[in-house]
C-alpha cells in the first residue's frame, strides 16, 4: 500500500527535524507564558535590506540605532516566534508561519511541532494575527493539502476582505505584490475551515481579540486571560525589539498604513508597561516572550 500524502510530509519533517541537532530554540515557555500554557515555536528567521524596512530614516540614524544595540547595519533579520497555546481543551496555534515558499530560512514550525510531540492533525485550531506570507503561508502542506487538517481557522473580518479582494494586489507596491497572490491562494484553499471573525471580542474561551490594525488592515493581537493570569500575543504589532521600542514612531516598510499602525503600536507598548503586561512577539528576540519598560523618553523591550 502506497503512503499518503500525510505520511509522505511527517517522514518528512521527521528528518528535518533529525538535521537540526545542535539547533536551539525550538520551542520555549517562561515565566507567565508557562503557567498559562503558552510555548513560543521558532520558524527561523527572515532577511530584509535596511532600507526596505526603514525607508523614511536617514541610513546614518538606522544603523547608528542598530549598532548602539549590538545589531548589524546591514540588514534586518528579525526572528519568527509562533505562539502555541494548550489550555486542556485545545491546542491553538497563532499564525502558521512563513512554509517552504517565502524564505529558506524560514519555514521551520513543522519541525518544532515535531519536536514537541504534536502531530498538525491534533490542532484544534489556529488563529491569525494577519495574512502575511511569514504568518499565513505555512497554513498549506506541499500538496497544497490544509497541513492541520482538522483546525478551525479564525481571522479577522476586515483581515480577509482585504486579501481576499481581487484589486488587492494592484493596490499593492511591486515589492509587495507577491503578498496579495499568495495571500488570496492560501485563503482561498482554506475557506471552507475559515471563520471570521470581530475584534473586541472573545473568538474562543480565555482569547480575547484586540484591534491593532495598520500594520495590515486587520491586524489582530490577542489576549490570553485564564485563572487571574493575562499575557499579549501581539504578531507584528510591535515588530521589532530595537526600532518598535526606541523609535516608536518611526515608519516601516511594511506597515501597510504606517500612522495607524504607528498609532496602534504606541497605544500597546504604553498599555504594557503601564500594566506590566507580558507579551510574546512574532519578530522579538526569539523566543519572543517579555515585557515594555519605559525609557528615555521611550520603551525597551525585557526578555524574559
Request: charged share 25%; aromatic share 8%.
Amino acid at each position: 500500500m502506497k503512503p499518503n500524502r500525510r505520511e509522505l510530509l511527517k517522514a518528512a519533517v521527521g528528518l528535518s527535524v533529525l538535521s537540526l541537532s545542535g539547533f536551539d530554540g525550538l520551542a520555549r515557555s517562561a515565566g507567565p507564558a508557562e503557567s498559562l500554557g503558552v510555548t513560543s515555536v521558532s520558524d527561523g528567521n527572515l532577511s530584509f535590506p535596511l532600507g526596505f524596512y526603514l525607508p523614511n530614516t536617514p541610513p546614518d540614524e538606522s544603523a547608528a540605532l542598530l549598532t548602539a544595540n549590538g545589531l548589524s547595519d546591514e540588514a534586518i533579520t528579525p526572528d519568527c516566534n509562533v505562539t502555541l497555546f494548550r489550555d486542556g481543551e485545545r491546542t491553538i496555534l497563532f499564525d502558521t508561519g512563513a512554509g517552504d515558499r517565502f524564505m529558506a530560512s524560514a519555514g521551520k514550525l513543522p519541525g518544532g511541532l515535531e519536536a514537541l510531540g504534536i502531530d498538525p492533525a491534533d490542532v484544534t485550531d489556529v488563529v491569525f494575527t494577519h495574512a502575511h506570507p511569514d504568518h499565513l503561508w505555512g497554513v498549506l502542506d506541499e500538496f497544497d493539502d490544509p497541513f492541520y487538517p482538522n483546525a478551525t481557522h479564525h481571522i479577522s473580518q476586515p483581515e480577509w476582505d482585504f486579501w481576499y479582494d481581487d484589486g488587492t494586489v494592484d493596490a499593492m507596491p511591486d515589492a509587495q505584490k507577491a503578498f496579495a497572490v499568495g495571500a488570496k491562494r492560501n485563503l482561498t484553499a482554506i475557506e471552507d475551515k475559515v471563520v471570521r471573525f470581530k475584534s473586541e471580542t472573545e473568538i474562543l474561551p480565555n482569547v480575547f481579540a484586540m484591534d491593532t490594525s495598520g500594520h495590515t488592515p486587520g491586524h489582530t493581537s490577542f489576549e490570553i486571560r485564564k485563572d487571574g493570569e493575562r499575557f499579549l500575543v501581539i504578531g507584528d504589532a510591535i515588530g521589532h525589539p530595537v526600532v518598535s521600542f526606541q523609535r516608536p514612531g518611526w515608519v516601516v516598510g511594511t506597515d501597510q498604513d504606517p500612522q495607524k499602525a504607528i498609532k496602534a503600536r504606541k497605544a500597546l507598548l504604553d498599555r504594557m508597561a503601564s500594566e506590566k503586561i507580558a507579551c510574546l512577539g512574532y519578530h522579538l528576540t526569539a523566543p519572543g516572550m517579555g515585557f515594555a519598560e519605559r525609557h528615555e523618553g521611550a520603551y525597551r523591550f525585557v526578555p524574559v
